[in-house]
């Protein structure tokens, strides 16, 4: 399955994978816990490779790929909100077409299906559904 994660991050902030990397080894991690990154402008970054388990969905790491977008919350740092740009939306949308026909993938779901959260502050499972 595919499981979609904001970066929790202030509407417009830009954030890169390198940047998340550095969170994450910050808190432990072997690395960046996503697979991929979705910039503001759309522009998709390689995070973890697929073929490791990512670090990003606490039980479903070993059967899921993990895909963030950046932004998520509103400009005070706390309220979710879907902050996606126009550029995000297509992009995610396509990504997560290669994926499903890449690796035969049906289901994907957002982090709030696993945890209780916001992430990644839409209904993930309703939008990417067939």
Same mark, same amino acid.
């Given at each position: 399955m595919i499981i979609?994660?904001?970066? @929790?991050?202030?509407? %417009?902030? !830009?954030?890169?994978?390198?940047?998340i990397d550095r969170w994450h080894r910050l808190r432990g991690f072997n690395g960046i816990g996503y697979h991929f990154v979705v910039r503001l402008d759309g522009r998709v970054e390689a995070g973890r490779p697929?073929?490791?388990?990512?670090?990003?969905?606490k039980g479903y790491n070993a059967r899921s790929i993990?895909? @963030?977008?950046?932004? %998520?919350? !509103?400009a005070d740092g706390v309220t979710p909100a879907d902050t996606r740009t126009d550029a995000q939306r297509a992009a995610l949308r396509?990504?997560?077409?290669?994926?499903?026909?890449?690796?035969?993938?049906?289901?994907?779901h957002g982090h709030r299906?696993?945890?209780?959260?916001?992430?990644?502050?839409?209904?993930?499972?309703?939008e990417y559904s067939r």
């Open positions: 979609v994660h904001c970066t @929790a991050t202030p509407c %417009g902030r !830009e954030v890169t994978a390198a940047d697929v073929e490791r388990a990512g670090a990003h969905c993990g895909v @963030a977008y950046v932004g %998520g919350v !509103e396509e990504l997560i077409e290669r994926l499903r026909t890449q690796y035969g993938i049906m289901r994907v299906d696993f945890a209780a959260k916001a992430c990644p502050s839409f209904d993930a499972t309703a």
